[in-house]
């Protein structure tokens, strides 16, 4: 059963472009998470999807971010005219459908962005 | 509000043992532990739940007071493989999803 997959793995932007980060679940979970880790830092909880769904985006900036978990193919995480301030490492988690009392979160290798 | 780890760094020879510890400020719902290898994921160790509960695997356990809020995670006879940064996640909301991290804590396991 194959884990969590990100891609890229790496990616290089110049301020002002933008940056599509994709996140491929563990198969059979439908619950994807994205978290932003900055150097010496511990993860941000950024937003929490279910297919065609965001369920809880209160840890997105208001302006730039966005994402989404499609019917079909992996969740995305968007960020438009990115700044430098956006440089980090992203990682998406999946789950699989809620369990009362709290769920295993499993994550990917995480995505390493890097605004030139 | 983030949860306060301690020690930031811990440095053990292998063979000894380690406790991380981790609070809050909030009521907790569940404490989640994982445990990250430079430029990898973090992989879960445990979940705890509220109700004051302990657990455990192998040689790594955990304990939860609900009352103090805080978690703390034991390491036996550590390993060489034990090595990376600790993490703990609270869910102080009851969302079984939110999770907020701590900044980590550095175990370094020597031979």
């Known amino acids: 059963n194959a884990g969590v997959m990100q891609n890229p793995r790496h990616l290089v932007r110049r301020r002002g472009q933008e940056a599509r980060l994709r996140c491929s679940p563990m198969?059979?979970?439908?619950?994807v998470y994205w978290y932003r880790q900055l150097p010496e830092e511990g993860l941000k909880f950024m937003v929490y999807?279910?297919?065609?769904?965001?369920?809880?985006e209160s840890g997105m900036p208001k302006e730039r971010f966005s994402a989404e978990f499609p019917k079909e193919g992996p969740s995305i995480l968007r960020i438009q005219q990115v700044v430098r301030g956006d440089s980090a490492a992203y990682f998406c988690?999946?789950?699989?459908?809620?369990?009362?009392?709290?769920?295993?979160?499993?994550f990917g290798p995480g995505t390493r962005l890097t605004v030139l | 509000q983030q949860p306060v780890q301690s020690p930031q760094a811990v440095i053990l020879r292998e063979g000894e043992d380690a406790v991380i510890n981790c609070s809050s400020s909030k009521a907790l719902y569940s404490v989640h532990w994982y445990r990250q290898k430079h430029g990898e994921a973090p992989v879960f160790l445990m979940i705890l739940l509220k109700g004051g509960e302990q657990k455990g695997h192998d040689k790594i356990s955990a304990s939860f007071n609900e009352k103090k809020q805080q978690s703390s995670l034991y390491l036996t006879a550590s390993q060489l493989s034990y090595s990376g940064t600790y993490f703990c996640?609270?869910?102080?909301?009851?969302?079984?999803?939110?999770?907020?991290f701590g900044k980590g804590t550095l175990l370094t396991v020597n031979p």
């Open positions: 996640g609270t869910d102080s909301g009851g969302s079984n999803y939110k999770l907020t």
């Open positions: 999807l279910q297919k065609e769904n965001i369920i809880d």
């Open positions: 198969k059979g979970h439908s619950h």
């Open positions: 988690a999946s789950s699989p459908p809620s369990l009362a009392g709290g769920n295993e979160q499993f």
